[in-house]
């Protein structure tokens, strides 16, 4: 009927999950893995009606990497060093062996922050849900209630189109006031949170600026879930934009405008004016 429905975000494994007889899961799930899979559970139960989603691991259990253990999104330091090179370490099941110490923050502790981050002004009463799998590919438009400015989150469900490694889609952003978008990567591009340096939150998640065509966003998905959002442009309407290599500004031009290379350290920029 018209209940909430409130659920427990515990499991975040992304393989396959089915439990052995020693009740283990059967696959050791990445960090990119968890990441993944804890996001696309928070936004799809969000934007499909759940009304309220209780985390419950933050720190990994105290257990060896059992079963549930794999769910937190911070370290709990076990198996240790001295487990680890022993002869009693069963790498099939206990990794990362090491552990890479206890309060080590994990990818998805630092994707789930910039969901939240993100998101938090978000008016959830009112998701406008552009695709919900058709060709295994999701799209949701949330609004935020302080700037009054859209933001979309997309993936693709790569695991079900094994015949490609990219998926082309287009995103209708249907605002004329904006010229360019900002796309932002869901997970860092590396293989640890070990890698990370937290200080740097969030300048390690990967963005990049794309030109609106038609008011429409033509993007190629790959693995990792994405932000579409508006990109600031910076006084009077100036802003230098890397895109590949490439400084344009000013952004947006009419008349003129200015193509310079990014060039090596210590090397000149090539730079060319147009009309």
């Not at 209780?54 to 060093?81: V, W």
């Not at 799209?139 to 989150?153: H, I």
């Not at 189109?161 to 082309?168: A, P």
Request: aromatic residues 12%; negative net charge.
């Amino acid at each position: 009927g018209n209940k909430p429905i409130i659920m427990k975000a515990g499991a975040t494994h992304i393989g396959i999950d089915t439990c052995a007889e020693n009740q283990r899961l059967q696959e050791f799930q990445t960090e990119f893995q968890q990441s993944e899979y804890l996001l696309k559970r928070f936004v799809w139960n969000i934007s499909n009606g759940v009304k309220l989603i209780l985390y419950g691991d933050i720190r990994e259990d105290t257990t060896q990497h059992d079963t549930y253990s794999y769910n937190g999104i911070i370290y709990n330091g076990i198996p240790d060093l001295a487990y680890c090179n022993s002869s009693s370490c069963d790498t099939a099941f206990f990794k990362p062996c090491p552990d890479p110490g206890d309060g080590i923050k994990k990818f998805s502790y630092y994707t789930f922050k910039l969901l939240n981050d993100k998101l938090k002004n978000s008016d959830f009463a009112n998701i406008d849900t552009i695709s919900n799998g058709t060709g295994n590919v999701y799209v949701y438009k949330f609004l935020n209630t302080s700037t009054s400015e859209p933001l979309w989150v997309a993936w693709w469900d790569y695991w079900n189109d094994t015949t490609i490694t990219t998926k082309n889609t287009a995103v209708k952003i249907g605002n004329t006031n904006w010229l360019t978008a900002k796309i932002t990567e869901a997970i860092p591009n590396l293989i640890s949170g070990t890698q990370l340096n937290p200080a740097s939150y969030p300048n390690f998640f990967s963005d990049t600026t794309m030109n609106i065509i038609n008011d429409t966003l033509l993007l190629s998905l790959g693995q990792s879930p994405i932000y579409i959002e508006k990109d600031l442009v910076l006084g009077n309407n100036e802003v230098s934009q890397k895109i590949r290599g490439l400084n344009i500004f000013p952004q947006p031009f009419s008349g003129q405008t200015t193509l310079q290379s990014v060039a090596p350290q210590g090397a000149e920029p090539r730079t060319v004016t147009g009309r």
